[in-house]
């Protein structure tokens, strides 16, 4: 990345689901984990590795695009709808 000048606009693009269906009911703590590392903690990963690159040259937007489960939850995976209000985010870096 330091030969190309680093990264100015990323658009990471996730979304899946391994939870039985049912509803929430029956999701475990185990479920719900797997959930998150699986949908949220890499666009956590990929901000932390990004985001300082960016604010230190002042410029740079960082795009999440998540899953549809947030304008149109889909029945039955309780545990997709619940985790992409957290997917769902544009940020940009600032000075």
């Given at each position: 990345?330091?030969r190309l000048g680093g990264a100015d606009?990323?658009?990471?693009?996730?979304?899946?689901?391994?939870?039985?269906?049912?509803?929430?009911?029956?999701?475990?703590?185990?479920?719900?984990?797997?959930?998150?590392?699986?949908n949220l903690m890499p666009a956590v990963?990929?901000?932390?590795?990004?985001?300082?690159?960016?604010?230190?040259?002042?410029?740079?937007?960082?795009?999440?695009?998540?899953?549809?489960?947030?304008?149109?939850?889909?029945?039955?995976?309780?545990?997709a709808t619940a985790r992409a209000p957290?997917?769902?985010?544009?940020?940009?870096?600032?000075?």
């Amino acid at each position: 990345m330091e030969r190309l000048g680093g990264a100015d606009v990323p658009v990471h693009v996730l979304g899946g689901s391994t939870a039985p269906g049912g509803g929430f009911a029956p999701l475990t703590e185990d479920h719900w984990r797997a959930e998150f590392d699986l949908n949220l903690m890499p666009a956590v990963r990929l901000d932390r590795l990004l985001l300082p690159q960016m604010i230190a040259r002042g410029s740079g937007v960082m795009i999440h695009v998540a899953s549809i489960q947030r304008r149109l939850p889909l029945r039955p995976p309780a545990a997709a709808t619940a985790r992409a209000p957290g997917e769902s985010s544009r940020r940009r870096a600032r000075r």
